[in-house]
T-cell receptor, first 114, second 114 residues
Framework: DGGITQSPKYLFRKEGQNVTLSCEQNLNHDAMYWYRQDPGQGLRLIYYSQIVNDFQKGDIAEGYSVSREKKESFPLTVTSAQKNPTAFYLC?????????????FGPGTRLTVL | AQKITQTQPGMFVQEKEAVTLDCTYDTSDPSYGLFWYKQPSSGEMIFLIYQGSYDQQNATEGRYSLNFQKARKSANLVISASQLGDSAMYFCAMREGSFGQFYFGTGTSLTVIP
């Protein structure tokens, strides 16, 4: 089945450590996105990419980094520079070329800093 | 200015009744898409319904309908015959043009009362 996978589902990190969240899609979508969601809050855009080897910062990119070496993959690294990384992280993808196309979301990763 | 505004943090509805979740948007782009998503407590984001800026008729998908008032820049979600499983967070989103990022509102928490 086509879809978006994120791993791991739960992730625990010690302060000062970098961690990488995985996001893979087999929908052949050009665009991929990373969002952060805090309890009771909406989605805030971290980074997005519309083409391989290119990506743009979203509203809250500080302390995060991404790569887009393959169309299918868009990993997010939470660096030690992110002061409050405990949150729910959602990856999404969408086609490009039409405003009618929705985003498809992965199941999310819950990151907790110990 | 906020691109998407959802002014109802929480709503309650009696089972089998209809409920309207409000959403207003702000854009100067003549081409845009409006989306509603449901997020149950499990965290997954489920696409519900889409409305295009050039669509003449309001979108409908089963029990979901979108009350699109272009001049007022509103795109309210109407859920008819509410069910207990409708209890969730609901997010309104907008995409400008065919290549832009998605903008999300802060969400409305809906609770269906038996």
């Amino acid at each position: 089945d086509g879809g978006i996978t994120q791993s791991p589902k739960y992730l625990f990190r010690k302060e000062g450590q970098n961690v990488t969240l995985s996001c893979e899609q087999n929908l052949n979508h050009d665009a991929m996105y990373w969002y952060r969601q805090d309890p009771g809050q909406g989605l805030r855009l971290i980074y997005y990419s519309q083409i391989v080897n290119d990506f743009q910062k979203g509203d809250i990119a500080e302390g995060y980094s991404v790569s887009r070496e393959k169309k299918e993959s868009f990993p997010l690294t939470v660096t030690s520079a992110q002061k409050n990384p405990t949150a729910f992280y959602l990856c999404a993808s969408s086609p490009l070329g039409s405003s009618t196309d929705t985003q498809y979301f992965g199941p999310g990763t819950r990151l907790t800093v110990l | 200015a906020q691109k998407i505004t959802q002014t109802q943090p929480g709503m309650f509805v009696q089972e089998k009744e209809a409920v309207t979740l409000d959403c207003t948007y702000d854009t100067s782009d003549p081409s845009y898409g409006l989306f509603w998503y449901k997020q149950p407590s499990s965290g997954e984001m489920i696409f519900l319904i889409y409305q295009g800026s050039y669509d003449q008729q309001n979108a409908t998908e089963g029990r979901y309908s979108l009350n699109f008032q272009k001049a007022r820049k509103s795109a309210n979600l109407v859920i008819s015959a509410s069910q207990l499983g409708d209890s969730a967070m609901y997010f309104c989103a907008m995409r400008e043009g065919s290549f832009g990022q998605f903008y999300f509102g802060t969400g409305t928490s809906l609770t269906v009362i038996p």
